[in-house]
Structure formats: structure tokens, C-alpha cells
């Protein structure tokens, strides 16, 4: 079973112990020199997004329609097909990396992992967070990042400005580049807003957000039982983004103290 290196777009790129990223050799540190050159438009980062997605659906195992992870992500999540002017797909990758991320073309992916550790109420502001990214175009600016390094584009390819096919090692490239790429502090706050607002304008516990957050800043501390290494500093900070989730919901009147968090001991899903 190939397994592939993914970055938590939600929590910002960490290193799984358990995972491999594939090797394809040269084209994997080129950077474009024509990237200013290039017309890429909307339709190109959904068509670019969903062959990623694709190619990662077929090169990783998928819950299947009566599992339990994906019954209690359609329970979630069914209602939310069509969400703000997107059409939205979900899958669960049955993995032991902590991740979910969205892409242009309104996949979403969830891993078992990060279900096993979250409540549904922070499930909702994970995934929320996630859309966040798409709605505000972030995803558009990492999958064309991401083609430019696997397409190994320079000025002179790119001189046409239009976006070329990509053969199947490409596009398992495009896939991890994309997965790997960090957005920016700036970025990362603004989709952690529509995460509240989502939550807020459904009625859903948007101290799901807080708590989340606070799961996170205990994954990032790097714990033996966790597995996991320390986020890089440039992301923001978990704790300060739990802390400004805080201050929003006891403004708003809708703070309501979780008590102590901890990472769960059993699967939350079951």
C-alpha cells in the first residue's frame, strides 16, 4: 500500500513517523522561472485539484460507503454538499497520519486518525477551516505552486502562458507539492474567521474551534504518545489561535467552558 508524506493544512506541516513520501528524482527541487508568465485561472486549479485528488484517492485506502468513519462524516457533513457557491465531495483516507485538507474543486479529504482525536463539534471546525482555504482561494495559489515544481517549468515552457497536461508521476508529484505547501499566517487567520462564522451561522458549538485548536498545541508539543514533531514556527501559533477563538465566542455570548482537553486514549470513532 503506498503511502504518501501529507502536511495538515488545518495545523500547519508536520512529519509523520509512519510516512513515505515517493522519490522522483531530479524535477522535485525545480522551481519555475516562468510562474509570472503563466495564465492560470480558476478552471485550471479545479481541473489541476481534482486530478490530484484523483490520483491520491487510487493511491490511498478509501472508507467505503458503510464503514464507520465515512457513516459518521456523511452524518456531519451531508447537509453541506453545497456550501457558500461550492460543490463539495468527502472521503475518509484510512491512515495513521493526522490530516485533512480541501482542494479547488471542493474535495475534501478527512483521515481516520484526525477522527479518532477530535469531537464532532471539532470536526466541524476543522473541516470548516478547510473550506475556508478553498472559499478564499489559498488552495488556487498552492496547486498552481504545486503544478509549476511538477511540470519542472522554466520561462522558456511557459512562454504559451497555458497550463499543460502532466504525465502520471506529475501528477503523484503535484499531489504531495500541494499537500506540502504551508499557507500564510495571514491566510491561516482568515480561514480560522470563516471556521467561527461557519460554525456560528449553523448553530453548531463554535467551542468545537477552541478545543481543536487547544488538541493541537498537545500534538505540537511533540509528546512520545503523539508521534508527532513540533510545527514549524512559521505557522501560528495553536494556542494563541485557541486563545483568540476564546475571546470571539465570549463576546459573542456563546462561550461555554470545555474544561480540561486531552488527546482521547480511544478511538472516537468507533
Known amino acids: 500500500m503506498k503511502k504518501i508524506t501529507f502536511c495538515l493544512l488545518f495545523l500547519g506541516t508536520m512529519n509523520a513517523v509512519s510516512a513515505q513520501k515517493i522519490n522522483l528524482g531530479k524535477a522535485a527541487g525545480v522551481v519555475s522561472k516562468g510562474a509570472k508568465a503563466l495564465t492560470f485561472t480558476n ?20 472508507a467505503g460507503p458503510k464503514d464507520p468513519y465515512t457513516v ?25 497520519d493526522i490530516n485533512a485538507f480541501a482542494c479547488a474543486d471542493g474535495s475534501v479529504r478527512v483521515f481516520s486518525s484526525l477522527m479518532d482525536i477530535m469531537t464532532d463539534d471539532e470536526l466541524l471546525a476543522v473541516i470548516g477551516h478547510e473550506i475556508g482555504h478553498v472559499k ?47 499557507h500564510s499566517k495571514k491566510q491561516e ?19 468545537g474551534a477552541y478545543s481543536a485548536f487547544k488538541k493541537l498545541a498537545l500534538l505540537s508539543e511533540g509528546s512520545t504518545q503523539t508521534g508527532f514533531e513540533k510545527m514549524f514556527n512559521s505557522h501560528p501559533d495553536s494556542e494563541k489561535r485557541a486563545q483568540a477563538i476564546k475571546k470571539r ?3 459573542d455570548g456563546l462561550w461555554k467552558d470545555p474544561g480540561t482537553i486531552a488527546i482521547p486514549k480511544t478511538k472516537l470513532t468507533k
Open 43 to 62: 478552471e485550471d486549479a479545479v481541473k489541476l485539484s481534482k486530478e490530484s485528488v484523483d490520483w491520491m484517492d487510487k493511491n490511498n485506502p478509501v
Open 72 to 96: 459518521r462524516l456523511n452524518k456531519l457533513f451531508g447537509k453541506h454538499k453545497s456550501q457558500d457557491g461550492l460543490t463539495l465531495n468527502y472521503k475518509v483516507y484510512k491512515v495513521k
Open 136 to 182: 478564499n482561494q489559498d488552495t488556487k495559489d498552492a496547486i498552481k505552486s504545486a503544478y509549476m515544481k511538477a511540470a519542472a517549468l522554466d520561462a522558456a515552457s511557459s512562454a504559451s502562458g497555458t497550463v499543460a497536461a502532466l504525465n502520471e508521476s506529475q501528477v503523484g508529484k503535484m499531489a504531495n507539492d500541494f499537500l506540502d505547501a504551508s
Open 189 to 207: 487567520s482568515q480561514a480560522d474567521t470563516y471556521s467561527y462564522d461557519f460554525m456560528k451561522a449553523n448553530n453548531y458549538n463554535v467551542v
Open 249 to 251: 465566542a465570549e463576546k
